[in-house]
């Protein structure tokens, strides 16, 4: 248990729809990365959270957005869903922002499947 | 920029043989080198990371990889294969960057463990 954890762990939802997907990092983490993962993409970078501010964005299409609360837990949301947008997604957390070495710990991912 | 590169997508071995997973990366800056290990249905987790000084990282179950700097490789080995073992292994790179800690995975190698 890397101390991630992550809501709904499935959901399925239908073209055009928006969903929400939530993210609580690990005690004392104040950064928190979302990535995408599907078959043919691999593990894509979405976006960066330290501390309640957006640090850096990655492949990250302008349907979606996030934001990280006081409380240091994150959501991530997918609004016009697309059949692409079929994928798992997963949220990691580290101590520190700018700091190389630090390891990300992952949560176990949403599986979003639009039909 | 930085890129990783995984050579195989699926490598099979078979049980108590050798496992060897190829990573190669290219980073401007001196780099630190992650693998990460996925299995089914789970999120990411460490195996081992490379930062400063020893070349010869070892890490959990058994794993080790080995810095080259020469060769800008990080390849990944377990000297016998356990069917445990089967999982999706991934190299990944990073660096600080405009005070964010970048990171870029390589494509996953899915690793089949033959009894």
């Known amino acids: 248990d890397s101390g991630v954890t992550q809501t709904p762990k499935h959901l399925i939802t239908a073209t055009g729809q928006r969903v929400t997907l939530r993210c609580s990092p690990r005690s004392g983490d104040l950064s928190v990365y979302w990535y995408q993962q599907s078959l043919d993409q691999g593990l894509q970078f979405l976006i960066q959270y330290y501390n309640g501010e957006e640090r850096a964005k990655g492949n990250i299409l302008e349907r979606f957005s996030a934001q990280q609360f006081p409380d240091l837990h994150s959501e991530l949301n997918l609004s016009s869903l697309e059949l692409g947008d079929s994928a798992l997604y997963f949220c990691a957390s580290s101590v520190t922002s700018g700091v190389s070495y630090n390891e990300q710990f992952f949560g176990p991912g949403t599986r979003l499947t639009v039909l | ?115």
């Open chain 2, 1 to 115: 920029a930085q890129s990783v590169t995984q050579l195989g997508s699926h490598v099979s071995v078979s049980e108590g043989a050798l496992v060897l997973l190829r990573c190669n990366y290219s980073s401007s800056v001196p780099p630190y080198l992650f693998w990460y290990v996925q299995y089914p249905n789970q999120g990411l987790q460490l195996l081992l990371k490379y930062t400063t000084g020893a070349t010869l990282v070892k890490g959990i179950n058994g794993f080790e990889a080995e810095f080259k700097k020469s060769e800008t490789s990080f390849h990944l080995t377990k000297p016998s294969a356990h069917m445990s073992d089967a999982a999706e292994y991934f190299c990944a790179v990073t660096s600080s960057s405009g005070g964010y800690q970048k990171v870029t995975f390589g494509i996953g190698t899915k690793l089949q463990v033959i009894p």
